[in-house]
């Protein structure tokens, strides 16, 4: 079995998407559980514009599907840490 060859830049890129995607999922949650009619469409159709090029990516080549679980994870754990940070403040103001 021959192993597909991996562009760099797409790797990276479909990592980053991946990772954005995520983040603007978490905070489309937020906003949806707020109760944030505005935030929570702009944060979905941010979520569905990113995911597109992560999935045109690796669907053409598969081995870039573990990119995408690289940066769903670290786009899952950075927005959290994120809403973290904010949610102290907002309790303030």
């Known amino acids: 079995m021959d192993l597909p060859t991996i562009d760099p830049l797409i790797a990276a890129g479909v990592a980053a998407s991946t990772a954005v995607t995520d983040g603007a999922y978490v905070f489309f949650n937020a906003a949806v559980s707020e109760r944030r009619r505005m935030a929570a469409a702009t944060w979905s ?49």
């Open 45 to 93: 159709s941010i979520w569905y514009l990113l995911s597109a090029f992560a999935v045109i990516s690796y669907t053409s080549n598969w081995a870039y599907v573990a990119f995408a679980a690289i940066g769903a994870w670290a786009g899952g754990f950075l927005s959290i840490t994120v809403l973290n940070h904010i949610a102290p403040m907002r309790r303030k103001g």
